[in-house]
Every structure is written in structure tokens, then in C-alpha cells.
């Protein structure tokens, strides 16, 4: 067998639908306006890319960014070490694509300079080393992690990839993992389903000095058992959103 026929055979890439997306625009009513994108993602996986070279098409459509903020997306796993460690890998990642952002080569926008990266807070007390690791790989732009909770009774919207326990927000272990990060002063970014922010309320109550982020708006679901009744989920959203952060929300 030669060596090329043994060689991998490359992925293939889905192009970016410029033709589709040309199909509306839209004037920047504040072209002047300061903009710093709070949430998005990079990432190479076969048949999806979305590194640097996209990002940098999307920030240069004319606005203002002046800003971006990383968030945990399981990209660039460390592939060998400790289990735990492993997410480190995407913080380096990030944290290089930054550097080069910094650099001032690709235009004034600083990319990445804020990161949210992954820990898995059911170690509880010890999640620390990660936390510490974490925090040296993204230094002074490492922010805190994302730990996905998102759960609901129907089965078909959980994700196989990350598909937690019911009730982990009130999970002992998965606090005790929580108070470390209040105790190093890092952030929470919360990915949950819109049933859930119950729940979240009462961490919150729980732990009133740690910076909680609620992702995606909490989470409406309009899918599955939750197709056709729009109404009914953002009622139950904006209720939900509105309730006063007691221990009795859960």
C-alpha cells in the first residue's frame, strides 16, 4: 500500500452559502457604536470549520466590534492526559488565536479577548488544579467555564454529546465544584432549557458573589414537546426570568 492511499482521506468542508445569505441585508444603523460580541464559538471539525479566517469575515461586516468573547464549545480537546484536564487544550487554543488578534495584523478588533472554557464541576473540590490550569493556559483573558446543565422529561431534545443528569444544579458534588469557582473569582455561563431557570435562580441565591451568565435567553425550547406552543413558552420564560432569586423557585 503506498503511503498516500494509506493517508486519511481529508474532510470535506461545507461551504459558506454567501448567495444565501446575500439574500437579505440590512443597513448598521450605528455604524459608530462600540459593539463587543459576548458569545461565540471557533471550532474545526470534519465537514464544519469556523476558525479565525470566518470570524474575521463576520466582525469586518461594518460594524463597530470592538471586542469578542470566547465560549466553551468542546473544540481542541486535549486528545491524551487526565480525563479532567483534557478541556485545557481548547483554553490554549483560544488563547493563541487572541495573541494573534493582538497582534494588530488582522485589524482592530481584539478577538478572544475574553474566554469561557470548560470544567467539570461534578469533581467538586476537586475541580481546583483544573481551575488553576485552566487559568494559566487563558492568563489574564480567562474569565470562567461553562458547564452544560441543559435537561428536559423529553428525551429527543437532550444532546448525546454532553447530556447531564436531571436536577444537576442542586447536585452537592456539582456545588461544591461551584463554590470554587466563587472562591477564585470566576464566572458561570449557564446553557440550560427555559424549565430549568428555577433552578438556576436558586444557585444563584445560593451563592450571591459568583457572576452567573445566562446563555441563549434561558433557553426557549419550540421543538419537541414544546412544538407549537410559542406562547406558552415565553410566558412561562418571561415568568421565570421576572420571579424574585428565593430558594423557593426551585
Known sequence: MSAASAAPASPTFLPVRQEWLDRRTEPILEPDLAIVDPHHHLWDRPGWRYLLDELLADTKSGHNIAATVYVQARA???????EELRP?????????VAAMSASGIYG????????????????GTRVEPVLAAL???GGDRFRGIRHITAWDA???????AYSPPRGLLADKTFREGFAVLGRLSLSFDAWLYHPQIGEL??????????KIVLNHVG???????YAEKRKEVFAALAAAIDAPITPTNI
Open 108 to 123: 482592530k478588533t481584539r478577538h478572544c479577548a475574553g474566554i469561557v472554557g470548560h470544567a467539570d464541576l461534578t469533581l
Open 88 to 96: 485545557v487544550g481548547e483554553t490554549e487554543f483560544v488563547n493563541g
Open 76 to 82: 481542541m480537546y486535549r486528545a491524551t492526559g487526565p
Open 219 to 225: 433557553g426557549p425550547i419550540g421543538i419537541g414537546a
Open 154 to 160: 423529553d428525551a429527543s431534545l437532550r444532546n448525546p
Open 201 to 210: 435562580a436558586d444557585l444563584a441565591h445560593a451563592f450571591p458573589a459568583t
Open 135 to 137: 487559568t494559566r493556559a
